[in-house]
Each structure stands twice: as C-alpha cells, then as structure tokens.
C-alpha cells in the first residue's frame, strides 16, 4: 500500500533527525559526566577531552558534597523552589486568566504594561531601592517576591488560554458557575501541558537562583545552593597575584555542574507524561 | 492598536511611572542614611576614650559590637567553623561578619548598590577608580584626622602604602602591602636536554630554542605538535622580551634618563614589535596567543603543547599543579628561567609600583558611631600588629596551625584548616616571609621570581581624565599591537598609528594628565 | 460606565489585582532610575537629586562618539538577526519531529538529552568548543589535519566567529525551545486529525494544515517579544567566548558598555545605551505587534 510506504519513509525520516539531535546533545552531556569522574592530570593528558572515562574518581564530588555550606544551602533552594514556584503558578495563573478573555475592559491596558516592563527597566539600584523599602533585604522572600511574575510566562499562558474553545466558557456560565470556578476547576485541568511548562521554567529558575541572592542578601545561612558553588569555581575572577588562591579543576567544574543540574534533569521526565495530546477530548462532548 | 489608543495608553504609563517615581521617592531613596546601627549605643563611657595606642581591644567592657566587612573571595567556612572569626571575635570583642563575592563583577554591583542606598557596611574593599568616585562623592571617611590611631597600620604597610590610598593628600583608604613579582618564563628543561640544548641566555638564543622546540619534536612521538613560545596574550608571552628592549609593556609609564617615557612612544618599542614579529613568522609561538584570555597558556603547557611559558610560580609549582603535570607526563621537568638579555639589558617585563593588591575604606557615616569606627581601627591595628592578630590572619593559631622556631614559623599540617585566612589580611602581610613560610616547597621559586629586575612603571599613580574612554584606547592599542606583530600591518605605519591613537583614541588626554599627575608627585623630574 | 464594567467583570479584576500590584512595586517603581540616563550620577546625591547633564544628550553623545559606534551597532544587528532567524527554527523543527516520531522512548530520551545544553554554562560551552574548535589540537581540526589539509583558527577568525556564536547558541538552546512548541501542540485538538485522516491526508499535510496553524500564536509571540530584545544579542556569552582579533564582529553594545561604563563606573553611560537599546526594542515589538494583528495574531 502506497500510504503505508509513505507512513514508514516519514517515519525513518523522523527517527534519523531525532537520532543525529540527540547525539549533537549527548557527547558534551557525556563530556560533563566523564570530566567530572576523571582525574584531572587524565583529563589533560587526553587533550581536554574525555567521553569514556578510563580512570575514575569521586574525589570531585566528595569535595564538593563535604563543603560546610552545601547542605544548608541545598536546603535554601529547595525551599525557595517549592514555594515559589507555587507562588508563580498562582499569580501568573491568575493574570493570565483574565487577559485572556478579549473582550474585558482594560485589557489592551494591562498587556501594554505588561509588554513594557520586558523592555525598559529601571536598573538595579532603583530595584535595590525598592526592595529595600519593602523590608525585603537579607530575608527569604528577596528571593522569591522581586522576580513572582515573569513577563513572558504570563503572555504564553494567555495565549493558551485563549486557544481554549469558547463554547466551554458559555456553557459553564448557563449552568451558573462563577468565574473564579471556571479557572480552577475547568480551564486549570485543560491546561496541564502549559501549567506544567512554564512550571519548569520558573522551578529552573529558581533552582539556579544566584544573582537575587548574592544582591540582596548578605546572611550566609541564606545562600542558595548556586552561591556555593560559584564560590568553588570562581576563581578566574580573583586576582591573579592571590598566591593563596585554590584553582578549581575541569574535574571539580564538571562535578558542580553535574551537582547543581542533576536534580532538575531528573524531574524533567517525569513532567513529560503530561505533554499528551487530547486534553480536550471529551471536555466539550462530556 | 490605533496611534491615538497607542498615545493614550503610553501617555497612561507614562504617568504610571512617574507616579511610582514619586512615592517611592518620598518613601525609602534617600541615602545618606546610617550605617548598620550599633544597638549597644547606650555604653558605658570608657568605650569610646581609651582607643589610641594599644593594638589589642581596648577598653571594650561593653557588649559585642557587629562589624560588617565586604571584599571579593571565595571559600569562606560557614561561620560556625570559621576559625580566624571566632579569634577575632574573641580579641576585639566583635561578631564579626565577613562576606565574600566570588566574582568581581557581582562585588562591584554589590558595593554600589549598598552605597546608593545608605546600606554601608562598616569596611569594604574598593579599587582606585571605585576610591575616586566615592571620595569625590563623599561617601568615604577621610581617615587623615585618624592617622595617629592608627599608628600600627602606617608602621605596618609603609609609608609608600598610606599614599597609595590618599586622593587629593587626603587619606581615604587603607592599602595593603606590597605584592612582590611572581612571573616568569618556565622552560620545559628535559626538552633542552632532548634536544641537546642550552637555556636560553639572550633574545637570539631564545629565538633558536623555540624554533627547536617547534621543528624538532622534542616530546619524540614523532608527531609536530608541539610550540615554543605562550603567555597570556601579547603582553604576557613576551613580558621579558619587551624588557630586553628597555620598554615597558605597551601602554606603561616609566621613568627613562630621568624623563617620563609612554612605553608606546619609546624609540625601542619599534625595535621590539620587530623582534616579536620575526618570531611569530617562523612559527614558534602559540598560533592562539591572543585568545590566551585566562589560564589557556597553563593549560596548554601542562598538556605538552608549549615549552615556555611566562607565568606566575603557584600556577607552575603549588603541589596540586605539579601532580597535574606529572600526570600528564611523567618526565616533565619545568624550570624557571632568566630574561633573555637585548639590546638593553635583562629585564623581566615591567613591574607596577603604584599598585596595592587591594585596598579597604570606611563610609563616611560611620563617625556617627565613634564606638564602632573605634573598633574598625582595632580591627585594622590588629592584624597588623606582627606580635598579634597580624599572625593570625597569616597562619592561623599559635600552636594548632604553626609553631614558633625561634624566630622562625613553621607551618603544621593543620595548616590547611585556615587555608582562607588570606581573606582576612585586611592590610596584607610581609610579602616574602608570608610566602616563604607558607609555600616552602616553592621557596627558591619565589626568591627567583622575586629577584629579576624589572621595569618599574607608574600607571597606578594615574587617575583617569574627563571624557577620556580608556576601554577604547586600549581596544585600539591591543589591535594594532596585534597586526604589527603578525606582520598584518607594516611597521612603517607605526607613527600613523600613534596618531590616530592620539586623536581619534583622545589617548593624548590621557598622556597629557599622566605627565601633570606624575611630575606633581615627583617623577620625571631629575 | 467604568463603573458597569466593574460590576460586570469584577470577579476579573480581583483576579488581576496581586499581579498589577507586583508589577507596580517591582516593576514600574523602580523605572524612575531611567533618569539617570540623563544625569550626572552622583551617589550621595541619589538619582532624583543627582544634577542633570548637560547637555542633556551628554552621555548618549559619549557614546555615539565612540569611534568603534558603528560597529558596536553593526555587530549587535547582525549577530542579533542572525541568531534570531536560526534560532528560531529548528526547536519548531524538533518539537514538530518529536510530535511526530510514534515510539515512546525514543521521543522521551531525545527530548530529554536535547534539553541538557541548556544547563550548561558558557564557560563550559566554551571550554567544550576549545576541546572541540581550537588551533591547537581541537578535535576537529585533528581531523582535518590527518585528511590532509590545515588546522583553521575557528575561534580566533573573524570569518568563522559569528557563526560559532549563533551555532553554539542554536545548538544550547534547541530542546529547551522545543518545550514550548511541544506544550502548545499538546493543546491541539485532535479530532482535527482525525477528520484529516479519514479525509486521506498524508502526514506531511496534516502538519503543515494542522499542526503548524495550530501553534501559530506561540511562534508569533515569541517572535515578537525576541524583538523587543533585539538589540541584546546575548552579553554572557559573546563575553566569554571573544577575544581581541575577533572584536571587530562581535564586540556589541553590552560588551562595549560593560569595558566602558562598569569599569570607569559610569552608571549614567550604562543606563544611556540601555534605554537606547529599549526605545528601539519597543519601537519594533509595537510595529511587529501590528504587522501580527493583520493575521490575526499579535499580543493586545
């Protein structure tokens, strides 16, 4: 049958690119792992450049892992993750909402304001100023509250919910449901891929917090999980005549990274499942 | 979106804004406030007179005073495990609360936004251009009047020193001591010998070396993979080379026969971008020189690529470097090695004396609190008191981290545990003893390093003119340097150069106020 | 009548209220600092008090001035088109392929190795593209060696530079970008499909009738909002990975401002060129923003 040819050249098409993508992302992926269980003098003599590892260590990891300040910086950026990316969820969810539906007054307004603040910005001492005012400096929340809502999320969750077909909204009306109700118990449950998307992306943001934190908080107990690790690495930022200064390996670089990225690797599968289609099936014949 | 909608909304934001700008305005932006209050202000009197002379806390019978200092660094212990703190805890009666930035970049926006905002921390490191501002704009405490409490830290960073931090004959900063010269061309001594050469005595013969170390397979895997010549960029490869020449690095001032000469407009320098251009033709150095941005050129020796290198010691010949070498070959031998000598003697690159390794101020605000500024002194006395806290923040505590000898320190093996003390050497240490205690393994290194001549230049004694953009100027510098020595632009155009550089690059502002800056302080003028 | 609308839509404006408020706090509070593009910055002063330079152009003139102006303009258009026009198709690509590719695990181990660059940091990337790209001994130019030929300066060439910035950028970016795609095609309804399959379309017509009209809006936004930005051209990583032969493509703006203003602490020079880089921003996402609503698209 021509059309079953057809289906299976397509599809060795689409197996062949997605293969040739993935090996393009795997190998510097193999690069990190391998460089951070590699001795580094190994390391250099293989040019810089390791994908199998041979000679394997976990000194790197031991280092980073037995640093005084990891585990409660680890604790930090969980904590800050957990509640603010729910604070995002909320709040970003909450606009979008209603500068989805076209035709409420003041719309065009709000989205014009929206837009202008992912343009123009005041700067970072105005900021400071700011944050300083509100009683934020060297607490918790100068981590979360300054960057709750992010521009661009809550134009791409407005889009989807504009997607969303009309006769959904009219129907839940003529049986007398508020609009706070529709949000969350009809529009929250269609929107999962998006929920979940932009989810990620502020749960990233907030597991690699490292600027707020350094800017606005000097209390050491404080400090994202980020902060720590910067401080292992950074040095090809001290002076070069500091004698005393540690050089960070490639080796120990990797392992920080590795550290610093695993947990988040590791979730992104799980979040997947929830990018099926036929969300909508059934919603509107149901 | 129609243009008058478009109007009406912009104009609506507009107003949105300048609304905000207002409230905010009367609300919290005024700066000029307080440094972090004492809460223990209600003190008992004799706090605040007795502070003079004594290096150790005076007088301090009333609470802990907190003290907030910020500098760049890395590696701080948790305060709990921070041993040098709870010393100095114990001696000044503080809670002393140190916090470092790791990068550069985020230390500056750090300290520029606590100083626009009234937030001053009681002691922070700045830079000379961060001093002039912030001295300019009144931020900082002119120590001047205070000059005599703190007899102990003029005695311990020098006369020399104290001036590096004044602007305008007013003391506004504290400079630490002086660094001594750490670099200098490493060569690869077993591929000497496996090649049957000597080292490399003058420019000629180094020449010759590095053409051999590129031609002639000195690493014997029958494989042409290896160069003579890296260092981080051009001024870093050929340091001594520029020295050979009697010419400081591109850009440099200092003093020739008595007069004020620009490295740029000395007449050897021509002579000298010659040199390097022959060199660069046969192929002997690094094709990738100029991207040698950080630490590339180590890389590139340690991976046998390269078989000299100009330098610093700790990145050649600290312990972890040296398993990172012998990992990689086990033969690899690195030695340090002399200037070659020219046409003007030997000369291992230039050395700037108007530099301090750092330097640390107090806001202004803080005389507000006299018992704290009080104990920011102490603090400063302290460690550089050479019987007391000075010891501290170099090796640690007496009989855990280091024993005494006699006069002699030696280090124990729980030296390591205080391995960030350096992050507390708030007026620095004594250079060569400091590293020759420390780093015994590499005590000839230093004292080598340490005893090449070198050219002294006076950059550091220049503060920058109005409307002078030195990132421009120096772009073109760099530039041009460049293409004369890869033979891109023909030396003939170097006085073209120089003019542009001067017009265009307005680097004639920049001489202009160097010569009036240095001859006020007393260069140039014999 | 504001008051109808109030009593009609309310349930809507509380909804919008916490975000406005933070917007307002967080966002537009602070934008009173844009002032200081047009004074003389003096920090003990503070930014409302600081005097007002004179001319009132006077730091946007130093900037125009510069001799490497021009340039620094070029560099940023360029290198920022360029990036925008490679960047932004292939994650469409990949997302429309991984839609489409029917083995399960496959799909999922694709989609999550191609996200992992994005984790990465440019001092990483570029130690990767040193391993990979340099004269000495990248693996690459091994290979070109041993077929004979001779070793290319990619990173140190200003032929080759651009193209490592937009290649390396396109390559760090191209699963995390997918994301989106993939989450807006997931909202696609699919009885569509299956009315096109019983209607005998091949699967390249239903991705090109279906599939891609459907997840129209999402490329338009993110298009235009890259627009707003266009004049950014990505700092962190052209800083990291230039060095002085190339800077003659790919110095831009923010690596200019960041030598010029950071270091001689000229905030007012910075805060110049950032509200230059913002006019022009919006000026274009207003006038992609119109050219969208023509197809129905377009953000308000």
Not at chain 2, 266 to 285: N, Q, S
Not at chain 3, 159 to 177: A, C, D, I, K, P
């Amino acid at each position: 049958m021509v059309k079953g040819l057809e289906d299976r050249l397509f599809n060795a098409l689409v197996y062949a690119v997605l293969v040739f993508c993935a090996l393009l992302a795997i190998f510097p992926i193999l690069y990190v792992i391998s460089v951070s269980i590699t001795p580094f003098g190994e390391v250099l003599r293989n040019g810089g450049f390791i994908l199998i590892p041979r000679d394997v260590t976990l000194t790197a990891y031991k280092t980073l892992l037995t640093q005084s300040n990891l585990p409660q910086a680890f604790k930090v950026t969980v904590l800050i993750t957990v509640v603010g990316t729910a604070i995002n969820l909320v709040l970003t969810g909450l606009m979008a909402y209603p500068l989805s539906r076209k035709n409420l007054p003041g719309r065009r307004l709000v989205l014009l304001m929206i837009v202008f603040t992912l343009i123009f910005s005041g700067g970072l001492i105005p900021t400071y100023l700011i944050v300083k005012s509100v009683g934020l400096i060297d607490s918790i929340w100068a981590m979360i509250l300054p960057n709750a809502i992010w521009s661009f999320n809550v134009l791409i969750m407005k889009s989807f919910f504009e997607g969303l077909p009309e006769e959904l909204f009219e129907s839940a009306r003529i049986d007398g449901a508020k609009e706070f109700r529709i949000l969350f118990q009809i529009v929250t449950p269609l929107s999962i891929p998006v929920i979940m998307t932009i989810g990620l992306f502020y749960l990233v943001g907030h597991w690699n917090e490292f600027f707020q934190a350094i800017f606005y908080v000097t209390d050491r107990t404080l400090f994202p999980l980020q902060v720590i690790v910067r401080e292992i690495l950074m040095q090809s930022q001290q002076p070069l005549e500091n004698a005393d200064n540690i050089t960070p390996t490639q080796t120990l670089q990797m392992a920080s990274v590795m550290i610093a990225s695993l947990p988040v690797l590791v979730v992104y599968p799980f979040i997947q499942k929830y990018f099926t289609k036929g969300m909508l099936l059934g919603s509107i014949k149901g | 979106m129609s243009s008058n909608a478009i109007k009406r909304t912009s104009a609506l934001l507009t107003s949105l804004a300048l609304l905000g700008a207002a409230v905010s305005a009367c609300g919290g932006s005024k700066e000029g406030g307080n440094a972090s209050p004492s809460p223990s202000s209600t003190q008992t009197a004799s706090a605040t007179g007795s502070a003079s002379a004594s290096p150790r806390a005076s007088g301090n019978a009333g609470k802990k005073i907190k003290l907030e200092v910020i500098e760049t660094g890395n590696n701080l212990p948790a305060p709990d495990q921070d041993i040098i703190k709870k010393e100095l805890d114990k001696a000044l009666n503080v809670d002393f609360n140190l916090t470092v930035y790791a990068s550069g970049d985020d230390y500056k926006n750090q300290l520029n936004v606590r100083m626009a905002s009234g937030n001053f921390p009681d002691l922070f490191a700045l830079d000379r251009q961060q001093l002039i501002e912030f001295s300019k704009q009144g931020l900082l405490l002119d120590l001047t009047p205070y000059m005599d409490r703190l007899k102990q830290v003029s005695e311990f960073i020098g006369e020399e020193n104290v001036k590096k931090g004044a602007v305008d004959g007013k003391v506004y900063a504290i400079s630490k001591s002086s660094q001594i010269p750490y670099n200098t061309y490493f060569i690869r001594k077993d591929w000497l010998e496996s090649l049957n050469l000597q080292v490399p005595k003058t420019i000629e013969e180094l020449k010759k070396v590095a053409v051999a170390f590129t031609n002639d397979d000195p690493d014997k895997n029958g494989k042409k993979d290896t160069f003579g010549l890296t260092g981080g960029e051009l001024n870093g490869a050929f340091a001594p080379v520029f020295g050979a020449f009697g010419v400081g690095s591109p850009g440099s001032i200092y003093e020739k026969d008595g007069k004020l000469v620009n490295a740029l407009y000395d007449p050897a320098m021509k002579d000298a971008l010659a040199y390097i251009k022959d060199l660069i033709a046969t192929g002997a150095v690094d094709p990738e020189l100029l991207a040698n941005t950080a630490l590339q050129h180590q890389e590139k020796a340690f991976k046998g690529q390269a078989g000299i290198v100009w330098i610093d010691w700790p990145n050649m010949t600290k312990q972890n470097m040296i398993e990172q070498i012998k990992a990689v070959n086990p033969n690899a031998e690195w030695i340090q090695m002399e200037p070659p000598a020219g046409p003007a003697g030997k000369f291992d690159g230039s050395w700037e004396i108007g530099n301090t390794p750092g330097r640390y101020a107090i806001p202004k605000a803080l005389e507000k609190d006299p018992e704290k500024l009080q104990r920011v002194f102490d603090l400063l006395n302290y460690v550089s008191d050479p019987k007391g806290g000075s010891l501290l923040v170099q090796f640690g505590v007496e009989g855990t981290h280091y024993t005494k000898d006699g006069d002699k320190i030696v280090m124990t093996d729980k030296a390591g545990e205080v391995g960030y003390s350096w992050l507390y050497q708030f007026t620095g240490r004594p250079e060569m003893s400091y590293l020759q205690t420390k780093f015994v393994p590499q005590a000839d290194f230093i004292k080598f390093a340490n005893d090449q001549p070198r050219i002294q230049t006076l950059n550091g004694f220049v503060d920058l003119p109005e409307g002078y953009i030195a990132s421009d100027a120096d772009r073109y510098i760099k530039e041009e340097l460049a293409k004369f020595a890869y033979g891109q632009r023909d030396l003939g155009e170097y006085d073209k150069f120089l003019k542009t550089l001067e017009t265009t690059m307005k680097y004639k502002l920049f001489m202009d106020a160097a010569q009036a800056q240095l001859t006020a302080l007393g260069y140039g003028s014999k | 009548m504001a008051l109808a609308a109030l009593r009609k839509y309310w349930p809507f404006y509380v909804m919008l209220l916490p975000g406005v408020l933070f917007y307002l706090i967080f966002r537009y509070f602070p934008m009173y600092g844009m002032v200081i593009a047009f004074k003389d910055f003096s920090m003990m002063d503070g930014i409302l008090h600081s005097p007002w330079a004179n001319p009132w152009y006077k730091h946007f003139e130093t900037f125009y001035q510069s001799p490497y102006f021009g340039e620094l303009l070029r560099n940023t258009l360029l290198i920022s088109l360029y990036k925008l026009v490679w960047g932004t198709i292939p994650p469409i690509l990949l997302a429309l392929l991984l839609n489409e590719c029917r083995i399960r695990w496959l799909r999922s181990i694709v989609q999550t190795l191609t996200y992992m660059p994005h984790f990465l940091s440019w001092v990483i990337i570029f130690g990767i593209l040193i391993a990979l790209f340099s004269q000495n001994g990248g693996i690459v130019n091994r290979w070109i060696v041993e077929a004979g030929g001779s070793s290319y300066p990619f990173l140190t060439s200003t032929h080759t530079f651009r193209s490592v910035l937009v290649g390396s950028e396109v390559w760090q970016n191209l699963g995390w970008g997918a994301i989106i795609y993939l989450a807006a095609i997931a909202g696609i309804d699919p009885t569509l499909y299956e009315a096109a399959r019983v209607d005998g379309a091949s699967r390249l017509r239903m991705i090109w009738h279906i599939t891609i009209p459907g997840i129209r809006s999402v490329i338009v936004l993110l298009f235009i909002l890259k627009l707003g930005h266009l004049l950014d051209a990505g700092f962190d990583q052209i800083y990291i990975l230039y060095n002085i032969q190339v800077y003659p493509v790919a110095d831009i703006l923010d690596t200019w401002v960041y030598r010029t203003g950071l270091q001689q602490l000229n905030f007012s020079l910075a805060s110049a060129v950032g509200l230059f880089k913002s006019l022009i921003g919006m000026v274009l996402v207003l006038f992609a923003n119109n050219v969208a609503k023509r197809w129905g698209e377009g953000i308000w």
